[in-house]
């Protein structure tokens, strides 16, 4: 059991079966969301820049659209590479601990977005430039893969059973708030380094940037202890009476065994991560391909809607602490199937303020249901692997949902219609609320004790 500081932070009381700690669990959840904003941010910053200048400077070809092309599929390598941290850093975590892997990935994530804002270009070095880049960009991913996951474990297992909802929400809402973060630097940067001083070197300070926000972040992890609930779970393994029993395996192994978590998670985050991405990046190339929307516009009210998307994740997690996750997850997964069409009709009205209603709640909406999961998805899994099971969760629905999402959706209207790309939403949708509807509900459970349900 934990009890609550004046300060209306957890912590863990000396006469409790769990190991005593003396990190203040403030500190536990700023770590885990400096980690969070940056491993965003980063993914955002090359997402966007990646469209404008890193095509020309490290895939000439003499084609600006397959310069484009080839520096957005150099993006997508950073989703292939998630789920293989995933399984790396996940085992690694439910072996070695939360902590050293939160540590591990920051530096990772962040020395490698620095280092693509040091690179030489392709008309200084040649082809190394582009290899370069290709393997910061996988380097990126890989740490994201484990980063994540360790960041929300570590914040659900300090935090009270009754709140872990809400604390679990913020290193989710890491997402929006680093798109936020990068697209407010990029302009901020394009006004501060006007024309050809932008694409010349302005860039690099967007990168850049990741070094104080790596500092920063690194100087709070590295004062933050193991999770309580891991060291009892791996102070029981180690007694004299389990020490017989226990088999040495992998936590993947483990996670695989017992696949019906598995299911229930990737089933949950299959149409979470398929609106996420029509509604965030889908919508811009398909306002500003069929539609008289100017690119400017969009970008600006995805942006808007990043921190709609910010404050339904803070709130749906809060909100499950009081109803229960699958309430709070299926309250918004069905509005989703709903606003699916509506989303449509507005776009097509051709009126920004149309448009931006349309976005603005859908992304709210996909917050209310995202913010709930990162709890209910850590609290599938017993300890022993925790991060294992989190992880497979976590990144191999990026890779199979929301990775191919936007080209998937591109291709349904090029081919049919934008009614086929609400049918794609509703489908998928609809395998999330079932999954939801049939897992069990974990509201306050123990964490500790979370094995012996299994």
């Given at each position: 059991m934990t009890?609550?500081e004046q300060?209306?932070?957890?912590?863990?009381?000396?006469?409790?079966?769990?190991?005593?700690?003396r990190?203040?669990?403030?500190?536990?959840l700023?770590g885990?969301?400096?980690?969070?904003?940056?491993e965003?941010?980063?993914f955002?910053?090359?997402?966007?820049?990646?469209?404008?200048?890193?095509?020309?400077?490290?895939?000439?070809?003499g084609?600006?659209?397959?310069?484009?092309?080839m520096?957005?599929?150099?993006q997508?390598?950073?989703?292939?590479?998630r789920p293989l941290?995933g399984?790396?850093?996940?085992h690694?975590g439910?072996k070695f601990g939360?902590?050293p892997?939160?540590v591990?990935t920051?530096?990772?994530?962040g020395?490698a977005t620095a280092?693509?804002?040091?690179?030489?270009?392709?008309?200084?070095?040649?082809i190394w430039?582009?290899v370069?880049?290709?393997v910061?960009?996988?380097?990126?991913?890989?740490?994201?893969?484990?980063e994540?996951?360790?960041a929300?474990i570590?914040?659900?297992e300090?935090?009270e059973?009754k709140?872990?909802?809400?604390?679990a929400a913020w290193?989710?809402?890491?997402?929006?708030?680093?798109?936020?973060?990068a697209t407010?630097t990029?302009?901020?940067?394009?006004?501060v380094?006007?024309?050809?001083a932008f694409d010349?070197w302005g860039?690099?300070v967007?990168f850049?940037?990741?070094v104080p926000?790596?500092?920063?972040g690194?100087?709070i992890?590295?004062?933050?202890?193991?999770?309580?609930v891991?060291?009892a779970?791996q102070e029981k393994?180690?007694?004299?009476e389990?020490k017989a029993a226990?088999?040495?395996?992998?936590?993947?192994?483990?996670?695989?065994?017992?696949?019906?978590?598995l299911?229930?998670?990737l089933g949950?985050r299959?149409?979470?991560n398929?609106?996420?991405?029509v509604?965030?990046?889908?919508?811009i190339?398909?306002?500003?391909?069929?539609?008289d929307?100017t690119?400017g516009?969009?970008v600006t009210?995805?942006?808007f809607?990043?921190?709609?998307q910010?404050?339904g994740m803070?709130g749906?997690?809060?909100?499950?602490?009081r109803?229960g996750?699958?309430?709070a997850m299926?309250?918004?997964?069905?509005?989703?199937?709903?606003?699916?069409?509506?989303?449509?009709?507005?776009?097509h009205?051709e009126?920004?303020?149309?448009?931006?209603?349309?976005?603005c709640v859908g992304a709210l909406l996909?917050g209310?249901?995202?913010g709930?999961e990162?709890a209910w998805?850590t609290e599938?899994?017993p300890?022993k692997y925790r991060?294992?099971?989190?992880s497979?969760?976590?990144?191999?629905?990026s890779i199979i949902?929301?990775?191919?999402?936007?080209f998937?959706?591109?291709?349904?209207v090029?081919r049919?219609?934008?009614?086929?790309v609400?049918?794609?939403?509703?489908i998928?949708?609809?395998?999330t609320?079932?999954?939801v509807?049939?897992?069990?509900?974990t509201k306050?459970?123990?964490l500790d004790?979370?094995?012996?349900l299994?």
């Amino acid at each position: 059991m934990t009890t609550i500081e004046q300060s209306g932070t957890p912590s863990v009381p000396p006469d409790s079966g769990t190991p005593t700690t003396r990190t203040p669990f403030k500190r536990v959840l700023a770590g885990s969301m400096a980690g969070a904003v940056l491993e965003w941010y980063d993914f955002a910053i090359y997402g966007i820049l990646a469209a404008t200048v890193l095509g020309p400077l490290f895939f000439p070809s003499g084609n600006p659209v397959a310069s484009l092309l080839m520096a957005l599929a150099t993006q997508g390598l950073g989703f292939v590479a998630r789920p293989l941290g995933g399984i790396v850093f996940g085992h690694l975590g439910d072996k070695f601990g939360r902590k050293p892997i939160l540590v591990a990935t920051f530096l990772m994530l962040g020395g490698a977005t620095a280092a693509i804002g040091l690179l030489p270009t392709y008309g200084q070095i040649g082809i190394w430039a582009t290899v370069a880049l290709v393997v910061l960009r996988m380097i990126q991913g890989f740490a994201l893969g484990g980063e994540f996951g360790a960041a929300v474990i570590l914040v659900s297992e300090y935090g009270e059973p009754k709140r872990r909802g809400f604390w679990a929400a913020w290193p989710q809402s890491g997402a929006p708030a680093g798109t936020v973060l990068a697209t407010v630097t990029v302009g901020i940067l394009a006004v501060v380094f006007p024309g050809d001083a932008f694409d010349d070197w302005g860039w690099r300070v967007a990168f850049l940037l990741a070094v104080p926000l790596l500092v920063i972040g690194f100087l709070i992890r590295r004062g933050v202890e193991e999770s309580p609930v891991y060291r009892a779970a791996q102070e029981k393994a180690e007694s004299a009476e389990n020490k017989a029993a226990r088999k040495e395996s992998s936590s993947i192994i483990e996670a695989l065994r017992k696949p019906r978590p598995l299911l229930h998670g990737l089933g949950m985050r299959l149409g979470e991560n398929i609106a996420f991405y029509v509604y965030t990046i889908f919508v811009i190339a398909y306002a500003t391909t069929y539609f008289d929307y100017t690119r400017g516009a969009i970008v600006t009210t995805v942006a808007f809607a990043s921190v709609c998307q910010f404050l339904g994740m803070i709130g749906g997690g809060w909100w499950s602490d009081r109803v229960g996750r699958k309430i709070a997850m299926l309250v918004p997964a069905v509005s989703l199937i709903i606003w699916a069409p509506i989303f449509f009709s507005l776009v097509h009205t051709e009126n920004m303020t149309a448009l931006g209603v349309g976005v603005c709640v859908g992304a709210l909406l996909h917050g209310m249901l995202a913010g709930p999961e990162a709890a209910w998805i850590t609290e599938l899994f017993p300890t022993k692997y925790r991060f294992a099971g989190s992880s497979l969760v976590f990144q191999g629905s990026s890779i199979i949902a929301g990775a191919p999402a936007p080209f998937i959706a591109v291709w349904l209207v090029d081919r049919f219609s934008a009614t086929a790309v609400i049918v794609y939403l509703v489908i998928t949708m609809s395998i999330t609320v079932i999954a939801v509807a049939t897992s069990r509900e974990t509201k306050g459970v123990d964490l500790d004790k979370l094995e012996e349900l299994y």
